[in-house]
């Protein structure tokens, strides 16, 4: 699977960006698709994810009721709308996929097999 993270940017604090990931090479059918994010001298944390087909989601408590992650099945894309932008939301944010994972795994890197390149996001105050 090769993934494509897009969307990036710099936006003041409480703006809206969308990420976008395209996917390619395999069927997304079983697979769980996720995004995480580093900031500068942090580790990567998870951030949401989403089973491809069936939809269930889960997120991380920092950006619930914030983000919103959602996947178009006929684009191979998956989302990540973020609302209420706060500078703390600073990182790059990477998009992946992982084989089988189920969703209780889903926040976990080692449930992950494919990783995009990552996209930096820069929330000003």
């Known amino acids: 699977v090769q993934l494509q993270a897009s969307g990036g940017g710099l936006v003041q604090d409480g703006a809206s960006l969308t990420l976008s990931c395209s996917a390619s090479g395999r069927t997304l059918s079983m697979f769980g698709l996720g995004w995480f994010r580093q900031a500068p001298g942090k580790e990567r944390e998870f951030v949401a994810a989403v089973r491809w087909s069936i939809g269930s989601t889960v997120y991380a408590d920092s950006v619930k009721g914030r983000f919103t992650i959602s996947r178009d099945k006929a684009k191979n894309t998956v989302y990540l709308q973020m609302n209420s932008l706060k500078p703390e939301d600073t990182a790059v944010y990477y998009c992946?996929?992982?084989?089988?994972?189920?969703?209780?795994?889903?926040?976990?890197?080692?449930?992950?097999?494919?990783w995009g390149q990552g996209t930096l996001v820069t929330v000003s105050s």
């Open positions: 992946a996929a992982g084989f089988g994972t189920i969703l209780s795994s889903m926040p976990l890197i080692r449930a992950y097999d494919y």
